[in-house]
C-alpha cells in the first residue's frame, strides 16, 4: 500500500529539548516536504526537498532542520523546541503530476 | 499577499442540498489546480484535479476559469459524509512542486 507514515502521531514535550519527528514513503517520489497547520492560519511550508541530498527553506523554517540522505525519508529536526511551535505537522510527498499525498499528521505540544 | 483565497464558510447546508465553494488565485502564470478534502484533525486527501475543460467525479464536479483566475467546486445531493474542509490548492508553476493551499472552507451538512 502506498504510504507516507510519521512517528510519532502525539508528542509533548518542554522548552529547549531536542526532538525529531520522522518521515517515510515507499512511493518514491523525489519531491518531499513538511508543513505545519495552525488554526486560521492554514497550511505553511516548512521545509522541501527535490531529491536526495538537496532541501530548501519554504515559508516559515526559522527554528527547523531536515536531512534528506535518503530518497525515502525526510526527518524534521527541532532543535530547541518552543511553545510557538506547537503546531499539527504533516509530511508530504508529491507525484509527477503535482499530486499531494500526506502522512498522518503529528500533534506536537511544546510546554 | 493572498495568493489562493476560499470563503472560510461555515456553509451549513441540509442533506441533499447543492453547495457550491468558489476559490481565486492571483497567479496567473499558475499551472493546475486541485481540490483536497481535510477531516478534522486528519491529513488532507486529494479529492479532484481540476481541468481545464471542467471535471466530473459523481456528485462532484469541478471547473476552472482562467480568464477571471478562480475555481470551482459544485457538490450536489450533499450527503452528512461530505462535512469536511476543502481547499484549494494551486501550483503556481516553475517546476519547484511547492502548490500553494488555500486556508479552506468549511462544510457541515445537516440531517
Known amino acids: 500500500e502506498a504510504q507516507v507514515t510519521q512517528n510519532p502521531r502525539y508528542l509533548i514535550t518542554v522548552t529547549g529539548k531536542k526532538l525529531t519527528v520522522t518521515c517515510s514513503q515507499n512511493?518514491?517520489?523525489?519531491?518531499m516536504s513538511w508543513y505545519r497547520q495552525d488554526p486560521g492560519l492554514g497550511l505553511r511550508q516548512i521545509y522541501y526537498?527535490?531529491?536526495?541530498?538537496?532541501?530548501d527553506k519554504g515559508d516559515v523554517p526559522e527554528g527547523y532542520k531536515v536531512s534528506r540522505k535518503e530518497k525515502r525519508n525526510f526527518p524534521l529536526i527541532l532543535e530547541s523546541p518552543s511553545p510557538n511551535q506547537t503546531s499539527l505537522y504533516f509530511c508530504?510527498?508529491?507525484?509527477?503530476?503535482?499530486?499531494?499525498?500526506f502522512g498522518p499528521g503529528t500533534r506536537l505540544t511544546v510546554t | 499577499r493572498k495568493e489562493v483565497e476560499q470563503d472560510p464558510g461555515p456553509f451549513n447546508v441540509p442533506e441533499g442540498a447543492t453547495v457550491a465553494f468558489n476559490c481565486t488565485y492571483s497567479?496567473?502564470?499558475?499551472?493546475?489546480f486541485f481540490w483536497y478534502r481535510q477531516d478534522c484533525r486528519k491529513e488532507p486527501k486529494l479529492l479532484m484535479s481540476?481541468?481545464?475543460s471542467g471535471n466530473e467525479d459523481g456528485r462532484f464536479t469541478a471547473q476552472l476559469n482562467r480568464a477571471s483566475q478562480y475555481i470551482s467546486l459544485l457538490i450536489r445531493d450533499s450527503k452528512l459524509s461530505d462535512s469536511a474542509t476543502y481547499l484549494c490548492?494551486?501550483?503556481?508553476?516553475?517546476?519547484?512542486?511547492?502548490?500553494?493551499f488555500g486556508k479552506g472552507t468549511k462544510l457541515s451538512v445537516k440531517p
Open positions: 508530504a510527498t508529491l507525484t509527477p503530476h503535482y499530486e499531494q499525498y
Open positions: 512511493m518514491n517520489h523525489e519531491y
Open positions: 526537498s527535490m531529491n536526495v541530498e538537496v532541501t
Open positions: 497567479n496567473s502564470a499558475s499551472q493546475s
Open positions: 481540476v481541468y481545464s
Open positions: 490548492v494551486v501550483d503556481p508553476g516553475g517546476s519547484q512542486g511547492n502548490l500553494i
